[in-house]
């Protein structure tokens, strides 16, 4: 049994078994910018923490109610972004972050989401705390599906979750229905998010 | 990697016994196929009717009421599905609704699913908050249902036990068949289906120190049979294809094995539960136990820590050598926690939170002490991370 490899990569048990820049006590950090994405009822929860000088990203820090895979990928984030302009951390995304880990299975993706979602958070936090609430670009959720009532966020999220397909899609957030108009956009948006998520995976 | 492993996850599978181990290595120059009648087929024959006696005497049967099948799995499907193929040999005895209860295995829950797509009707019970199957709801509802009621022995998550005997004697008293699946208590409890008065028992060999892919399902005579697999007249015509010889040679041997070892283990057992949970409470706050304090089985603890997630603390016991499962969604791959603990009324993030420690024969003190040694650790170090966490750690 002790020369079966591990569940994941090494990276992400090196990150999960060690993981990095852990907050300790908030008010002593006291952070500049500071985002909490995801509910415990959901299974994950996330607190991003920066502290930024001169546009860049001096120190980040984080919490989770989360996964192994969440753990390690948060861990991963956190030594990524610290250096880098906020421009750039903002375009961090999960694919990034699974590349440097040495890849996630494809059902565990979607617990290694939250981690860059809760640092754009930070990031709007800060600007909206420093004087530049004109850069928030804090990602409202579209409705995409009228009829159905179904956002982009729910898109994403059903691409998470594994669909790929057209029907996949539907099968999981009911869209285009009814009337159908939606397609030709979802199905951007459903090319849009599989690429994103999952494009750069290196298993 | 590790100095040393425990392996406490005994409800998803056991090793086999080393009298099992020796049986199998016996017979696996025991080629011949069991319906022939020549010297060869007669050799196999006499091992497998050996193991049919040995079950049947263990669950006070007869042992043509003994059906080998590949799994217990297999076993449920057969069960549910003779009530509502909807043919009249296969419902002669009157009715094709079904009643189960929230806490089965996906064996029975996702069949009944499947065979209320094709039109039955079926019901699912609830449970109180440890996990007891809700009989005044069953009561009621066979006044108006009729077919078979399918209620677990003992679950596999919290290991509550159910009343059977009650269950099976207010079906009968409606003219519906009942069912038991009791694969997690087969080989943990005593099980007499005369006393339970059951139709129909499902058990399975892994889970009692036995081969993979070996299971019996108990049919009491004069109860209708429609076989799941047909094609063949092994079994007295209700499973087709030519017997697993040795998965029953294993079955047999490990049958033969629980009659000698039960008792004491139980025994056994239940002092080692009661360590774990009082040391578990003692050294970590904000644990929460599930299922039933006293009607639940000796080798199974499921307890949930506040702020902690599941699949975490899983991973951080098997760096550290210890083998166990948790009901939380990042575990199973999907996004919804056990449906079990659901179906207590727990709250959704003590689902995700929950660990569960089944032992067997070969758990020992030593391995008790371990457990207590590494699991404090792990649950403080994922709360001092925890968003979800705020008491003193």
């Known amino acids: ?203 | 990697m590790q100095e040393r492993t425990v392996y406490l996850d005994h409800n998803a599978t056991t090793p086999l016994h080393p009298a099992v181990q020796q049986a199998l290595t016996e017979a696996f120059a025991l080629f011949g196929n069991p319906s022939s009648m020549h010297s060869f087929g007669r050799a196999a024959r006499a091992r497998v009717e050996e193991s049919r006696a040995t079950v049947a005497r263990f669950l006070n049967a007869a042992p043509e009421e003994i059906i080998f099948v590949g799994s217990g799995s297999e076993a449920n499907n057969t069960v549910l599905s003779l009530v509502s193929c909807g043919t009249k040999l296969c419902a002669r005895h009157g009715g094709s609704d079904i009643i189960t209860t929230a806490i089965e295995h996906p064996a029975v829950l996702e069949t009944t699913t499947c065979l209320r797509d094709r039109g039955a009707n079926v019901e699912i019970l609830p449970v109180d908050g440890h996990g007891r199957a809700d009989l005044d709801r069953l009561a009621a509802l066979l006044k108006t249902r009729k077919g078979i009621v399918s209620v677990m022995a003992a679950n596999n998550e919290i290991g509550t036990i159910q009343d059977i005997a009650a269950a099976a004697k207010l079906a009968h008293a409606h003219g519906s068949l009942f069912h038991t699946d009791a694969v997690q208590a087969f080989g943990k409890i005593p099980l007499d289906v005369r006393a339970l008065g059951v139709d129909f028992l499902t058990l399975s060999a892994h889970k009692i120190y036995g081969p993979k892919g070996v299971g019996a399902l108990y049919s009491r005579k004069g109860i209708p049979f429609c076989p799941l697999i047909r094609g063949g007249h092994q079994e007295a015509g209700r499973r087709a294809g030519t017997e697993n010889t040795l998965g029953i040679i294993g079955l047999g041997a490990a049958v033969a094995q629980r009659e000698r070892e039960m008792t004491a283990e139980h025994t056994r057992l239940l002092a080692f539960k009661q360590r774990l949970r009082d040391g578990l409470a003692a050294r970590i706050p904000d644990t929460r136990f599930n299922g039933h304090p006293t009607e639940a089985l000796a080798n199974t603890l499921n307890v949930s820590f506040l702020g902690a997630e599941g699949e975490a603390i899983l991973l951080y016991l098997d760096l550290a050598g210890i083998a166990a499962s948790t009901g939380s969604a990042c575990a199973s791959g999907s996004l919804d926690p056990s449906h079990v603990l659901l179906a207590t009324g727990i709250p959704i993030e003590c689902a995700h939170g929950s660990l569960r420690l089944s032992m067997g024969r070969d758990t020992t003190d030593a391995d008790i002490d371990y457990v207590l040694e590494v699991l404090p650790q792990v649950i403080s170090r994922l709360r001092r991370m925890s968003t979800a966490y705020h008491g003193s750690n």
Not at chain 1, 162 to 185: D, F, P, S, Y
């Open chain 1, 1 to 203: 049994m002790t020369d079966t490899a591990w569940v994941y990569t090494q990276n992400v048990k090196d990150h999960f078994m060690n993981p990095r820049n852990i907050l300790d006590d908030e008010a002593t950090f006291a952070p500049d910018g500071r985002g909490e994405v995801g509910n415990i009822k959901c299974g994950d929860q996330m607190l991003v923490v920066i502290k930024v000088a001169d546009g860049k990203i001096t120190d980040c820090r984080w919490k989770t109610y989360g996964c192994a895979s969440a753990i390690a990928s948060t861990s991963m984030l956190s030594e990524m972004v610290k250096g880098m302009p906020l421009d750039a951390a903002y375009q961090v995304r999960p694919a990034d972050i699974t590349a440097k880990l040495g890849g996630l299975p494809e059902h565990k993706i979607h617990c290694s989401v939250l981690g860059d979602k809760a640092l754009r958070a930070a990031i709007d936090n800060y600007y909206a705390t420093h004087g530049q609430p004109d850069k928030v670009k804090q990602e409202a959720a579209r409705v995409i599906c009228q009829c159905m009532n179904v956002t982009d966020a729910e898109i994403e999220h059903a691409v998470l979750d594994g669909a790929r397909t057209w029907l996949e899609l539907q099968e999981r957030t009911k869209l285009g229905t009814v009337c159908g108009n939606c397609k030709g956009e979802a199905e951007k948006l459903l090319a849009l998010y599989t690429n994103q998520h999952f494009s750069c995976q290196h298993q």
